[in-house]
């Protein structure tokens, strides 16, 4: 029991290490090289910083907890949301919530927390059905946070040339991306490994193994909310905001409407 808690310890380490030190430089230079708009940036960091849910949710799924995994995802988009208020007050940007594009974006985050919620109060969690609803959904709410921020947040056009130096810069940024993917998603399989031992010994339901790995497939998301918001801190702009709502709302689409799918349809082939 012990060499286990030891273990679940230094695994979060290496989650919150890799976060901070590997994706959040790697994402901040491809940025940097390609010009790219904050949302795009903030898209990018969702998806990256969602493997770990990715990974618990298709494990969950693979054994048979689907009821772990929509907890799992519950408690994410839950937790990405406070965290993301407690990194915008430290950076006092509470004035910049007050933009139209950003209230539409933390609406959609909301409802990304009432569907989860939803589906457990009906003990719906393993329907098949929700898989082409929750595609519609992503597309559609996808749509909307999009048209906001063009009426709302103008900002510069993404520049398509890249100076040819620039490319072996490129390429190993994204390598770098997908290295440090790769090693959150072998981490994030021998945490939730551990995390279920642990659960099982003690003998703890099937929803607070759930919520622990939401709160540890969180962590990666609370680094890049600080850093985005650090990054842009000299700015009298949205830029730092807007990277980081980006961020918050993306992962929560990833999170509910893709890997939660992914989950059901695993959970249908395997369980």
Partial sequence: ???????????????????????????????????LKPKTVGNIAGIATSIPELLTVSFSAFTGFIETSIFNILSSNIINLFQYLISVFINKNQSKLKNNAIKIDLFLVIITIIIPIFIIIFNIESSFILVPIFIILLLFFYKISANAHKIYLEHEKEKKEVINQQKKSIVLNILGIILSGVALYYIGNLLSDTLKILCINLNVPEFIIGVLLGIITSIPELITFFESQKHHKKKENHEGIVETTSNLLFSNFINLFIIQSLGIIIFYIFA
């Fill in 1 to 35: 029991m012990f060499i286990e808690l030891i273990k679940f310890f230094i695994l979060s380490l290496l989650i919150v290490l890799i976060a901070k030190y590997v994706l959040v430089k790697v994402l901040r230079n491809l940025a940097q090289i390609l010009n």
